[in-house]
């Protein structure tokens, strides 16, 4: 079942306040927050017919990179979601198909989404510590549809 670009809109404002939970000063990747966040997000995207493909953890400081593989399936919509502990005010994301920057999410939030129409295959999803305090343990979750 395909999604219209307004739907899936509504879908990122929902999962935008759906991870907007209270924070507990906790900076891993396996925390009890950053679990609560992704079952949330896991919670609302599949209720609106998106099923949880792919993901990855992490840490990292402020001002710190990770890259991330992952995989859309031929003929799906992806959505690349990012989740933070309580340490971070600010993660970004910029996705990558090849060499050609196809999505982004730098504004100052700690819930960014990218929304991936007709992008098919292995995509690299530059995962960002914007502004953290110390070291900050996120979650990184492509859904599909």
Do not use: W
Request: proline share 3%; hydrophobic share 45%; net charge negative.
């Amino acid at each position: 079942m395909r999604r219209s670009f307004h739907s899936v809109l509504s879908l990122v404002a929902l999962v935008a306040l759906a991870t907007v939970l209270p924070r507990t000063a906790v900076a891993q990747a396996d925390s009890p927050l950053l679990d609560a966040q992704a079952d949330s997000a896991v919670a609302m995207f599949r209720a609106q017919g998106f099923s949880l493909a792919q993901q990855s953890r992490g840490a990292l400081a402020a001002s710190a990179s990770r890259d991330v593989t992952l995989e859309i399936p031929t003929g799906k919509t992806g959505i690349v979601v990012a989740v933070c502990d309580a340490n971070c005010s600010d993660i970004d994301l910029e996705v990558f198909k090849g060499s050609q920057s196809v999505g982004s999410d730098f504004e100052p939030d700690d819930v960014p989404i990218v929304i991936l129409e007709n992008q098919t295959g292995e995509i690299r999803v530059k995962v960002s510590m914007a502004t953290c305090q110390g070291n900050c343990g996120y979650r990184l979750m492509l859904f599909v549809n």
